[in-house]
Antibody, heavy 121, light 110 residues
């Protein structure tokens, strides 16, 4: 049974960057779409983008296009989300999640435990 | 402001049938699949329904999904106290070229 384990909580200053990791264990990493979804306090879910590790192809939500980078290291079965130019509105729990299929259209069936990122001066 | 529109809250008593709606447009639900996620307090979301009406293994058949035009619906039959959670709908949006979510519906079991 595949599991996704994320890196620990981060506290960042406005204007800085954060990099969150997501390590897969117990299953195939490269063949499935890997997404990043965030949730601000008391708010709904927001999709940021995703990657197909087998091909390294990425797709980003328009809102984050200029500030986000998603990469995957197949050798360690680890995906990374980097978000730059942080502002207070980026304070949220960041989740990685794996699609049931090779793209983004079979639903996100496996989720990491979430990483809390706090942006504060 | 979410791209997909859900009622902020819903409620029911044990054993009842509850329906949660998700309204979109032709650029998302109209031509793409609807997904539903359940999120218990303090937990990561869980996939309940994919591709409009399909249930992952392990999801009880009390949960069912459907789509009509530019709207999707999640029906929970035989409501239980453990169903008290937030429910989120999602769909791919061709105009935005990304996955979009509803604002979430908080279900209370009275």
């Amino acid at each position: 049974q595949v599991q996704l384990v994320q890196s620990g909580a981060e506290v960042k200053r406005p204007g800085s960057s954060v990099k969150v990791s997501c390590k897969a264990s117990g299953g195939t990493f490269s063949s499935y779409g890997l997404n990043w979804v965030r949730q601000a306090p008391g708010q709904g879910l927001e999709w940021m983008g995703g990657i197909i590790p087998m091909y390294g192809t990425t797709t980003y939500a328009q809102k984050f296009q200029a500030r986000v980078t998603i990469v995957a290291d197949k050798s360690t079965s680890t995906a990374y989300l980097e978000l730059t130019s942080l502002r207070s509105e980026d304070t949220a729990v960041y989740y990685c999640s794996r699609d049931q299929g090779s793209g983004y259209d079979y639903g996100m069936a496996v989720w990491g435990q979430g990483t809390t990122v706090t942006v504060s001066s | 402001q979410s791209v997909l529109t859900q009622p902020p809250s819903a409620s029911g008593t044990p054993g009842q049938r509850v329906t949660i709606s998700c309204s979109g447009s032709s650029s998302n639900i109209g031509f793409n699949y609807v997904y539903w996620y359940q999120q218990l307090p303090g937990m990561a979301p869980k996939l309940l329904i994919y591709r409009n009406h399909q249930r992952p293994s392990g999801v009880p058949d009390r949960f069912s999904g459907s789509k009509s035009g530019t709207s999707g619906s999640l029906v929970i039959s035989g409501l239980r106290s453990e169903d008290e959670a937030d429910y989120h709908c999602a769909a791919w949006d061709d105009g935005l070229r990304g996955l979009v979510f509803g604002g979430g519906t908080k279900l209370t079991v009275l």
